[in-house]
């Protein structure tokens, strides 16, 4: 067995020096050194997911203070209190503390249950075990290797960590080691950047060569590492083996960072970040409570219905005088007054959203779509701003080939078997049998040759970092046993029985471009970090080359290339490809341009491939140049100038374009968003090149030109775009960074900028940088909605007002974190359009008739008191205010939920009607006026009427002018009402029916000889329709001559 050197774990600390460095130090974030094999004695956090908004101890203080930090709930929480006081007193305790203390369970339960709902789904994350590296018991100093099983919460900076196939990576840490042949591992992302594509990282060649993951703790070594950093597409550190003084830097390659994914084989890390140090918790926001912009319109006309409560109780005093104990006088006015305010409004308006959630939940043409929060459904109905993520929400993230072009001949889907029997010829030597598709522009007159599309497909197949993986043990050889070979229908080429594989890259054009050579019959075999093999279908042959050098994409270079040596014929090739502006002046091509510059505007991802031939000497003088090139301190600059003299003289081949295919529905759900006057901006992790091809093939900002602004550094780069953009309307693309330099050069006019442009997307775009743009428009009162599939929007859709999240291929966290969970992007036209415009409304009319149900009974109180010589007596006993408010005007009232003006259809198709709704007209404080001067007209109505055609019978005030009010109520719900419900029938029915039966079981409050006389029932309809018949005809007109548009939409 393998003996390693004896290790100690650092003794734990007491509970109360945690407790004290947690409360007294706060630790800033600092470069560490790791020795392989040892516990570092610092502390640093623990790996623990929490994302619980409450504790035990702090749940009830939280939530009952998010409650009464409203104004609405704090004041009916003191008019409760005020019931203590016997003087002031004016009915029963339980008419003020039963409906205030049935609003706050129903806050109390829903928050309970939403919160352990996320303390579950922590635990299960943090009880996710994985194989730890550690030391057996003692033997003489030495202990041997051993493994054991650790849950993630448990794992510590300088844990070596063993990962399998499938395991989600616990902690952020560098790749030591990997089972696979080939010496590299694939990781997805998704959850980090929202890229779907398969990462290829490579780990420490030092650690990579020992015989077992035992010799790991037999290496004395360090490594340095930089402070926690955000940025997740960079690393800086260093690896330094202490006993062979040999030193190598760290890059990003060498990184598993937290939340990504072990796609194939097993991979051996060291723990170097953990918790709230990580890549992906710093770049999360922390969940913040939302609230609606309705909820916080109710607070503010509370504030005003309190102001005139004073007022009207302060005015009653300077008329009855300041005589006696006044103020006792001026508090039992105010509590005659305090249903001006509602408490029943809040109850309404939370069963109401809850509604609106289950009818959203239930609507089939959105199936799958579930409201994860039931207190902000009606901002779905004054969205401005959609942020949406590309990849996975905007687009499916397949590439499909679909254009090849040679300068004189031009390929698609149509005759690609043209190419085919083109390679056959060439591989086979059979004369031409087929004939070549024109070009018409740079044709001249020449037909491509078997030879020039063999370079053009042989470049394609050669020039990317696709690998195949199979899924079989990969210890089985691929080039073993070829006679008994089978086809792959992925592959296309001969690979050994029962086994199929499939490509993974970091990018899925280079998927595509492969699996279009494979079609040709060209396919690519098997790949390592050295050497990679073609399989010719024609001939059953296998082509092998060594890779010398490999250059990836990057986003200044804007191209990949690869010097590979044929093993047959021992020639060495430069293969290059990458975007038509960088490589477009280094070639020799009139057509070039103008066929790309095509290929872009049909909404394609172009590249262009080239190529140089080099010898011996000429590669050996480059190796050599550079090789030390890397090794010099201005390593960026020397680097780029030896390939730029590789790149002399280079070869057009080919201009290729691919299609990254739309999901479904998504350029008709934009269409529509736009007519509804909802700007739509992409943010996306991609870069530049392919989201401006995304965009254009969207049509995502109409017509307007596109202003590309990449690579803004300084401070007069971003004036120079802010001048470009105020010239005329015009789209923008802008990668993330840049944006970073233009917000903090000139924040508030580039933000202006953005908003009057038709479309944005912002490229190379961090999750925290996602989440600055959506709090950038809610500081500007603009109302967001974010759109994400991934773990890297979660921060935008906490961020935003709405968060949609789409659980699709990338995962489950931007769907649970979301507000709304969503099937697919289509499905944000009916949300909005349909059930955003419905709740919005809906919730507005709710609103404004309950403030209209209490400020029309306190206004019948302030007559009472005025007319009996100022009395502070309430004009009704506490049974009937309470009957009021609940059995006889709650079911009526509540079913205006179920109110609709147009069909569901009719929103579709006419999506400018969704415009109405963003600006909030419907319950603005113009409508919030005219329904107070509504409520004070029919309470004045009401209690003069009663008191002129009741003037010998007074004694009976009580059943002539709440008998009016009940049935001011019903007839009031029934002219509001656009359409009519069964439900509302029934509601009618039913609450006129409880309250007949009142009037006659209750003979204490009525007097039921009086109610059977006919003279009371014509004068109390008399009165009824004086205080609605008018308005109704006010109605009627305003909606005859005012809103002809609506009404023509309507009747389609």
Not at 895 to 924: C, E, F, N, W
Request: aromatic share 10%; proline share 3%.
């Amino acid at each position: 067995m393998e003996r390693t050197p004896l290790l100690t774990r650092p003794k734990p600390k007491s509970i109360w020096s945690r407790l004290r460095t947690w409360a007294f130090q706060q630790k800033e974030l600092s470069s560490r050194v790791i020795f392989l094999g040892q516990l570092p004695t610092e502390e640093y956090p623990p790996n623990y997911v929490c994302n619980q908004k409450y504790t035990f101890i702090t749940f009830l203080p939280v939530v009952l203070y998010e409650q009464f930090r409203f104004f609405l709930n704090l004041y009916f929480l003191v008019m409760a209190l005020t019931q203590f006081i016997p003087s002031i007193r004016i009915g029963y305790l339980y008419t003020y503390w039963g409906p205030l203390c049935f609003v706050l369970s129903v806050t109390l339960i829903r928050e309970a249950i939403d919160d352990f709902r996320r303390y579950r789904r922590d635990k299960e994350v943090n009880r996710n075990t994985y194989e730890r590296i550690k030391l057996d018991s003692p033997c003489e100093d030495y202990r041997p290797y051993m493994t054991e099983y650790a849950s993630a919460s448990s794992l510590r900076v300088g844990d070596i960590v063993m990962l399998h196939k499938g395991d989600r990576v616990p902690a952020d840490m560098i790749l030591l080691r990997t089972n696979e042949q080939m010496g590299t591992v694939f990781i997805r992302t998704d959850q980090l950047d929202g890229e779907t594509d398969w990462k290829l990282r490579i780990p420490l060649s030092s650690t990579q060569k020992l015989p077992t993951d035992a010799h790991l703790l037999d290496v004395k070594a360090q490594l340095f590492i930089e402070k926690p950093e955000k940025d997740i597409h960079s690393f800086i550190g260093s690896y330094t083996r202490l006993d062979e003084g040999e030193s190598v830097s760290l890059e990003i390659e060498n990184t598993l960072w937290s939340g990504c994914v072990v796609a194939s084989g097993q991979a051996v890390g060291l723990v170097i970040y953990t918790g709230c140090e990580t890549r992906s918790v710093m770049n999360n926001a922390a969940p913040r409570s939302k609230v609606g912009r309705l909820d916080l319109r109710v607070n503010d006309f509370t504030k005003v219905l309190f102001v005139a409560t004073l007022l009207v109780s302060f005015l009653l005093i300077v008329l009855k005088g300041f005589d006696g104990p006044w103020f006792g006088f001026f508090l039992r006015f105010n509590l005659l007054f305090s249903y001006i305010i509602p408490i029943s409004l809040r109850v309404n308006l939370d069963m109401g959203k809850i509604f609106y959630s289950w009818t959203i939940q239930r609507d089939k043409q959105i199936a799958g779509t579930v409201m994860r929060s039931t207190t902000i459904p009606e901002e779905l109905g004054r969205i401005q701003y959609v942020l949406a993520d590309k990849t996975g929400t905007l687009t499916k993230n397949e590439m499909i080939f679909q254009k090849l072009h040679l300068g004189n001949a031009l390929y698609n889907s149509h005759n690609f078997y043209e190419v085919e029997e083109l390679l056959t010829q060439y591989v086979t030597n059979d004369s031409p049998s087929l004939p070549t598709s024109p070009v018409g522009v740079g044709a001249g007159g020449l037909a491509p040759s078997p030879r020039q599309v063999w370079q053009a497909v042989l470049a394609l197949a050669l020039c990317h970092n696709v690998t195949p993986v199979y899924d079989e043990d990969r210890g089985v050889e691929a080039q073993s046993d070829m006679e008994s070979s089978v086809m792959s229908e992925s592959c296309g080429g001969a690979v050994p029985q029962q086994q199929l594989c499939d490509y993974q890259a970091a990018s899925p054009d280079e998927v595509a471009l492969v699996k279009w050579t494979d079609m040709m019959g060209v396919s690519l075999y098997q790949r390592d970090l050295e050497s990679i093999s073609l399989k010719l279908r024609a001939t059953n042959e296998v082509l092998q080359f060594n890779i010398l050098q490999m250059f990836p994409f990057t986003s200044e270079s804007k191209m990949m290339g690869i010097i590979v040596k044929e093993k047959a014929s021992e020639r060495i090739t430069y293969y290059v490809k990458g975007a038509d502006v960088t490589l477009a002046p280094l070639l020799e091509g009139a057509w070039l341009r103008a066929e790309s510059a095509r290929l872009a505007a049909d909404g394609l991802r172009t590249l262009v491939v080239a190529m140089r031939t080099l010898t011996q000497t000429e590669y050996d003088e480059f190796e050599m140049e550079y090789r030390e090139a890397r090794l010099s301190r201005n390593r960026s600059e020397r680097i780029a100038a030896a390939v730029s003299k590789l790149q002399r003289g280079l070869t057009l081949l080919a201009l290729t374009g691919v299609e990254d295919r739309l999901a479904d529905y998504v350029p008709r759900t934009l269409r529509m968003l736009r007519a509804a006057g909802v700007k739509v901006w992409m943010l996306t992790g991609d870069k530049l090149e392919t989201a401006l091809c995304i965009a254009r093939s969207l049509q995502l900002g109409g017509g307007a030109r596109w202003v590309t602004a990449a690579q803004r550094t300084s401070r007069q780069h971003a004036y120079a775009l802010l001048d470009d953009l105020r010239r005329d309307d015009a789209n923008l693309i802008i990668e993330g960074e840049s944006l970073e330099v233009c917000l903090n050069s000139y924040e508030e006019e580039f933000v202006c900028a953005l908003q009057r442009c038709s479309g944005v997307v912002v490229a190379r775009c961090s999750p925290t940088q996602k989440a600055r743009v959506a709090r950038l428009l809610r500081q500007r009162d603009c109302v967001v909605a974010a759109v994400g599939d991934g773990g890297n929007d979660v921060a935008m859709i906490q961020e935003a007002d709405v968060g949609v999240g789409i659980e699709g291929a990338e995962g489950r966290a931007a769907s649970l974190a979301g507000d709304v969970s969503a099937p697919n992007f289509a499905a944000l036209a009916r949300l909005l359009l349909v059930h955003g415009r419905r709740s919005y409304a809906r919730s507005a009319a709710l609103c404004l008739f309950i403030v209209h149900r209490g400020l029309i009974v306190s206004t019948m109180q302030a007559v009472f008191s005025v007319v009996f010589y100022f009395s502070s007596v309430s004009l009704y006993p506490g049974f009937l205010m309470v009957g009021y408010g609940t059995l006889f005007t709650m079911l009526p009232v509540f079913s205006l939920v179920l109110d609709k003006d147009i069909s569901s259809l009719t929103a579709l198709q006419h999506p400018q009607l969704y415009k109405q709704m963003t600006k909030g007209r419907q319950l603005s404080y113009k409508t919030f006026y005219i329904w107070i001067g509504i409520s004070i007209y029919q309470g004045g109505v009401i209690m003069y009427g009663a008191l002129v055609l009741f003037e010998e019978q007074l004694i009976h005030i009580v059943e002539i002018s709440y008998t009016a009010l009940i049935l001011t109520e019903l007839v009031m719900v029934a002219l509001t009402a656009r359409t009519y419900h069964r439900l509302m029938l029934a509601a009618e029915l039913l609450s006129l029916a409880s309250y007949t039966a009142t009037l006659l079981i209750f003979t204490s409050y009525f007097d039921s000889d009086f109610i059977r006389h006919w003279d009371f029932w014509w004068k109390v309809t008399t009165i009824t329709l004086v205080s609605c018949l008018p308005l109704y005809i006010v109605k009627i007109m305003h909606r005859r001559w005012s809103n002809r548009q609506y009404r023509n939409i309507k009747t389609h």
